[in-house]
Nanobody, 127 residues
């Protein structure tokens, strides 16, 4: 059963790092897409990193706003991760793990393509 649960959020100063985890992001080894979205207060939820997994093959894609600073990864089980370095105040948001997306390359950045969502974890970056 796919039931994403995020952890690892918190408060950090600008330039710091955090690592988010998402357990329960898949229940089969079928090709799939998973993603990290974020939503800042008063803004739309946006996809920031996606991973298309097909066996041992993984394709990673990033929004321009986080490229070079954030890294999405997944283990051989059902865990998804987001390593966030060089954090900026504009990275402050609630971060969501999304799962169950159809296998496409690159993965969809649309919310409606992912049927499974975690509850979100808060990230606050102070200047």
């Amino acid at each position: 059963q796919v039931q994403p649960v995020e952890s690892g959020g918190g408060s950090v100063q600008a330039g710091g790092s955090l690592r988010l985890s998402c357990a329960g992001s898949r229940d089969t080894y079928a090709p799939t897409c998973r993603a990290w979205f974020r939503q800042a207060p008063g803004k739309e939820r946006e996809a920031i990193a996606t991973i298309a997994t097909n066996g041992a093959i993984q394709y990673l894609d990033y929004a321009d706003s986080v490229k070079g600073r954030f890294t999405i990864s997944a283990d051989a089980g059902n865990n998804l991760f987001l390593q966030m370095n060089s954090l900026k105040p504009e990275d402050t948001a609630t971060y969501y793990c999304a799962a169950g997306g159809p296998w496409v390359r690159p993965c969809w950045g649309r919310r409606d393509k992912y049927p499974y969502w975690g509850q979100g974890t808060q990230v606050a970056v102070s200047s």
